[in-house]
């Protein structure tokens, strides 16, 4: 065999490896799940919380938080990023409540205390049963969807199959498998990816107002990337610049806090959620400070 026949076969059996690998382990690359013991008790300074279970459509179980205020305005589902659980989550909820917000979250499959093996197909399915739990409680025109980083993408792709007051993209991606090209360009990732999350495409199917949060200096997912989907459905869409913004301290900067006011703050309207939980059998806290 030629020497280069020889090299070129190491190479190919390297890159084969490569890939093996990638598609096998792409879960542990992309999710850093906090796992929460069944007995855990949440905890929030000056926040009236109750935790909820939802099952799944194939049985599994979603463990989340319902973050509670008087008299709100309407009810946030909070979509959050691909680490930790809601207990570290939960910090964020204020940054509604105090706008007269009811909150949401969940952890997806293999997060805090849910179970389940994740999936794109599977989340994507979750977070619609989560949603039309809500959706029994509150009319939608109450509803706002807040995604952020990869939740962004399922927050896109609920926005797309029903009809809320509005979506909230923060520091969102086009697709993941183009933030995975940028790491990795060589591999054939339309192959491998399991959870591509085209964002993108699913923008196309939004109609209610889209608002997108995104700092400038963000060095995972770049800010030209909200410049790019905000000009998929411009009318409906105001983007949002932190100027000097990560991709993680957004809620550092004071801008951010100001651009989130004017965003929930408009046309405000009373909902009444009182006993709006969302499902039957909850445990409920009153946390004082």
Known sequence: MPVWAYILLIILAIYAIISLL??????????KPEKLPKDFQFYYD???IEEYNVETRDGETLNGLHFKTPNPRGIVFYLKGNSKSIKGWGKFAVDFTRHRYDVIMVDYRGFGKSTGRRSQKAIKRDMQVVYNKIREKVAE???VLYGR???SGFAAKLASMNN??????????????????KYIPFMPLSLL????MPTYKWLKYVNCPIHIIHGTDDKLIPYKTSVKLSKIKPKLTTLYTVIGGGHKN??????YHKMLSAILTTKPKKVNLEGSSIEVNHSSKRINA
Not at 164 to 181: G, N
Not at 250 to 255: G, M, P, V
């Open 22 to 31: 990638l598609y096998f382990l792409q879960d542990y690359f992309m999710f």
């Open 193 to 196: 990816l399991k959870f591509p």
């Open 149 to 151: 980083s990869l939740g």
């Open 164 to 181: 809320p007051r509005m979506l909230i993209l923060d520091a969102p991606y086009y697709s993941l498998r183009k933030v995975a090209k």
């Open 46 to 48: 000056n926040q009236v």
């Open 141 to 143: 025109k109450y509803i």
């Open 250 to 255: 957004l809620n550092n900067f004071e801008s």
